[in-house]
């Protein structure tokens, strides 16, 4: 199902981006890149010196990597829609926090859109949570507006860590789901 979405996501790419939020948090883009997991494109981001995380629907096209450098997946969970990477070194790295989207916190999502970088307007957590295996794997859902390209990027808080993945686009515009990463295996067992 999630490769039928990711299918009909590339016929809906909007040629518009929105603006970028005047208040986003500082972030290290150099610690951001785009991938090619078979004939899908997403977004990666470093959270060691070559350990990187994505979205598992965007790996799952098949080996990926960054150009020409192939990427070895570590972990795959397709239930949570988590991938562990490894990939090139890099310095830059990203911050991560294990904790849930709270209601009404502002978050910022960004990731390679259409060949561009981009990072969204910002996105407002919403008390609901989409239907998943006893309700704790479910989806974060965001208002805010992500585009196709997007997936496996960070979703970050107003510090820059990230606490989130881009996962998907609600069939509902201008909703996005998000999977907290406090529901991966990157987080079981670590708090904040």
């Not at 969970?77 to 904790?99: H, I, K, Q, S």
């Not at 981009?118 to 704790?136: C, D, I, K, P």
């Not at 881009?166 to 789901?177: D, E, F, G, S």
């Amino acid at each position: 199902m999630i490769h039928a979405f990711t299918a009909a996501l590339l016929g809906l790419a909007s040629p518009f981006f929105a603006p970028v939020a005047a208040d986003e948090p500082s972030q290290r883009f150099d610690a951001m890149t785009r991938i090619q997991c078979g004939d899908a494109r997403g977004t990666a981001f470093w959270i060691g010196r070559r350990l990187m995380v994505s979205a598992q629907h965007v790996t799952a096209n098949g080996p990926c990597r960054i150009g020409d450098t192939p990427l070895v997946l570590l972990r795959e969970d397709p239930e949570t829609d988590f991938a562990l990477l490894r990939g090139p070194p890099n310095a830059a790295r990203l911050a991560v926090r294990c904790t849930r989207f709270r209601q009404g916190r502002t978050y910022w999502a960004t990731g390679w859109a259409q060949g561009q970088f981009r990072l969204t307007t910002r996105l407002v957590a919403t008390a609901e949570r989409s239907a998943g295996r006893g309700g704790a794997g479910g989806l974060g859902v965001l208002i805010g507006m992500v585009w196709p390209g997007m997936s496996g990027g960070p979703v970050v808080d107003r510090g820059g860590r990230v606490v989130g993945i881009v996962n998907r686009r609600a069939v509902t515009a201008p909703l996005m789901q998000s999977r907290s990463l406090a529901d991966t295996a990157l987080c079981r067992g670590r708090r904040g």
